[in-house]
């Protein structure tokens, strides 16, 4: 089944104290990326791969660390962790990347993790 | 610029009528626009998509209508059913200064009353 596994799906910790969020897809999509949603301000996006070794920031990249050492694998560093970073967080991948002209350009979004910094 | 505004927030509607997200968008460069659904606890999912050489796109009962002079985009769900329950985003893609962008409304949440 093809889909994007993210882990953990619900995780509470303490300001400062380092976390990783895991990120995996089975599609062999090339561009991945990592979103966090809060309520009214919809997905925002923190950091995007076109591949291996090819990263870059989106909208809201402070405090988030990413990398891409193998094409299924994106994960989400957050180095020091601030009450601020508390939210719903989605891995997302696609084959190609979004806005290029041809069809397929579709995202599949993991399950989701649900971070609470206290 | 890079912006993409959706209303309303929250939207209630009865079983069989219509529902109507409008969203609204500045940048030229923007070139595809996706509608995805979420239902809670679980993550987006594409639901219909228009490129802006068309004015308007229809799968079952989901309709996309695009207004490219006015810079906007609607979702209409006929027939809403129950099972439409869910949270809906509209969003826009584009190479942005150099970079590929898919930028998301801030969603909204409807609810079909039986």
């Known amino acids: 089944e093809a889909q994007v596994t993210q882990n953990p799906r619900y995780l509470i910790t303490v300001t400062g104290k380092k976390l990783t969020v895991t990120c995996s897809q089975n599609?062999?999509?090339?561009?991945m990326s990592w979103y966090r949603q809060d309520p009214g301000l919809g997905l925002r996006q923190i950091y995007y791969s076109m591949n291996v070794e090819v990263t870059d920031k989106g909208d809201v990249p402070e405090g988030y660390k990413v990398s891409r050492k193998e094409k299924r694998n994106f994960p989400l560093i957050l180095e020091s962790p601030s009450p601020n970073q508390t939210s719903l967080y989605f891995c997302a991948s696609s084959l190609y990347p979004w806005g290029r002209r041809i069809m397929n350009t579709e995202a599949f979004f993991g399950q989701g993790t649900r971070l609470t910094v206290v | 610029q890079q912006q993409v505004k959706q209303s309303p927030q929250s939207l209630i509607v009865q079983k069989g009528g219509i529902s109507i997200i409008n969203c609204a968008y500045e940048?030229?460069?923007?070139?595809?626009f996706p509608w995805y659904q979420q239902f809670p606890g679980k993550g987006p999912a594409l639901l219909i998509a228009?490129?802006?050489?068309?004015s308007e796109k229809k799968e079952g009962r989901f309709t996309i209508s695009f207004n490219k002079s006015a810079k906007q985009f609607s979702l209409h769900i006929m027939d809403s059913q129950p099972g439409d329950s869910a949270t809906y985003f509209c969003a826009a893609s584009g190479v942005i200064q150099g970079a590929q962008k898919l930028v998301f409304g801030q969603g909204t949440r409807l609810t079909i009353n039986p």
């Open positions: 228009i490129r802006p050489d068309v």
């Open positions: 940048n030229t460069a923007f070139d595809y």
């Open positions: 599609m062999n999509h090339e561009y």
